[in-house]
């Protein structure tokens, strides 16, 4: 089945009983046109965002287009000697095509091209911020380099950002990037760049503060990293690494999003990240497997024991082992002898989904979209619609 369908249809196909489609298809078709036509202008906007990263070799044209609002482009990086953004040679040739490439399974899918990344060189970042005349090549490259590749807006992964002037430097370069992309979308007449940035799940770290005010006024939104609470690499316990709540800690996604908007960022400009990957951890006594059972590290070398949500599918199958499910931390886990792998599968994507809806948060992002087994948790993203659509399917 080709995936161009209007996207509440294809939700609400799983949920309609099989012999009701064909005769009920037409009326599908005509509260298909009728939610168009009443749709409200002032309806909340609800984007669906995801990563590529050039690292994972998937094809760009494998990727499902049609279920996400804006694509994100993964990685470029600045150059140590001028502080202007580069795209490595390789890297080159792909994210040239990305845009053109992605429109053709969804023309009015949106396209972005984040910068640094979880390798990207520290010091490099933190003097390129400190002076206002490298802020100032950066600025004026991103916007060349966004523009010379077809991208409609830029975003900002520096993950390890981890001092007050980093964080004061960084407010300065959004003020500065704001006022840059506006005055060149008027010079050019093009329609701005958005801009956005990844930051950590909450606003305040252990020393620092993220740059509210300055996220506030000159940003369209942040990806917020709802994920990697735990990791067996430094955690002597089973965890769950991305944790909507957890009864016995701050360290949970729930208090990271009222932190942010307890600190004046409004929940529009907040984007929730769900993690399509979980981790594997081995443990001391296998007998005893639950959530904060003891752990001796990683349970496979590569990654830190990180596995994407499709090998963790595949070795669920390959053992048969019993998914469970947790609903104080909401998050799924499974055992296979010594190994315990914690993850978010498709009841996890729903719920937290549907958190996002209900805190009026702007929408969800995915690191990363290769890392899915089928379009299986894309698709469950998807599903999560807010009451107003489904109330054109009376029949479901
Ligand atoms: C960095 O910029 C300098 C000066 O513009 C240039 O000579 C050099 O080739 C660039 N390096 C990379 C890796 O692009
Ligand atoms: C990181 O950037 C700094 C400053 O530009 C440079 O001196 C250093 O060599 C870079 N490190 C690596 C590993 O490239
Ligand atoms: C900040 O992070 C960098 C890179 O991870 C590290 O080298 C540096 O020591 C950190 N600085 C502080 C103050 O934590
Ligand atoms: C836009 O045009 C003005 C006036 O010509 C110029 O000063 C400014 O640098 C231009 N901005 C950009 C981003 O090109
Ligand atoms: C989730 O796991 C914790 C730790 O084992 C346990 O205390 C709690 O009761 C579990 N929650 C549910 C709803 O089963």
Redesign the pocket.
């Known amino acids: 089945m080709e995936t161009f369908l209007y996207e509440p249809y294809i939700c609400s196909l799983q949920r309609i009983k099989y012999a009701y489609m064909m005769s009920k298809i037409i009326v599908v078709l005509f509260h298909i046109l009728l939610y168009s036509e009443l749709k409200p202008s002032n309806a909340q906007t609800w984007i669906k965002v995801g990563y590529w990263f050039s690292g994972s070799e998937f094809p760009i044209s494998d990727i499902n287009s049609a279920l996400f609002t804006h694509l994100i482009c993964a990685f470029a990086d600045v150059n ?1 000697s001028s502080y202007e953004l580069s795209v490595s040679s390789t890297d080159e040739q792909y994210f040239s095509a990305f845009t053109n490439t992605v429109r053709q399974k969804n023309p009015s899918v949106n396209t972005l091209l984040s910068i640094a990344g979880g390798s990207a ?1 520290y ?2 970042l933190s ?1 390129m911020v400190s002076k206002a005349s490298y802020r100032k090549s950066f600025i004026d490259s991103s916007i060349k380099i966004a523009r010379l590749y077809g991208f409609q807006g830029l975003d900002l992964c520096w993950v390890s950002a981890n001092t007050s002037s980093d964080m004061t430097n960084t407010g300065l370069l959004f003020q500065e990037w704001r006022a840059a992309v506006n005055s060149e979308a008027k010079n050019s007449s093009k329609k701005e760049l958005i801009l956005t940035a990844a930051v950590q799940y909450s606003p305040d770290l252990d020393t620092v503060s993220f740059p509210v005010d300055s996220i506030r006024s000159n940003l369209n939104w942040v990806h917020v990293m709802a994920y990697d609470y735990h990791m067996p690499e430094w955690s002597e316990y089973t965890g769950a690494h991305a944790a909507l709540y957890d009864p016995s800690s701050q360290v949970n996604t729930d208090y990271g999003i009222g932190a942010w908007i307890g600190k004046g960022l409004s929940a529009s400009k907040l984007v929730l990240g769900l993690p399509f990957y979980g981790y594997a951890w081995t443990l001391k006594n296998p007998k005893d497997n639950a959530i904060g059972a003891l752990a001796t590290g990683p349970a496979i070398s590569a990654d830190g024991g990180a596995m994407s949500y499709k090998e963790i599918k595949n070795y669920v199958q390959r053992y048969r082992a019993a998914i469970m499910y947790n609903a104080t931390y909401v998050v799924n886990y499974c055992t296979v002898r010594s190994s315990w792998i914690g993850f978010d599968d498709v009841e996890v994507v729903r719920i937290k989904v549907s958190y996002a809806r209900e805190k009026k948060l702007l929408g969800y992002f995915v690191w990363q979209v290769p890392y899915d087994d089928n379009w299986v948790l894309s698709l469950a993203g998807n599903c999560q619609e807010g009451p107003h659509e489904l109330d054109y399917f009376p029949f479901v």
């Open positions: 140590s060189n010091t490099l003097n």
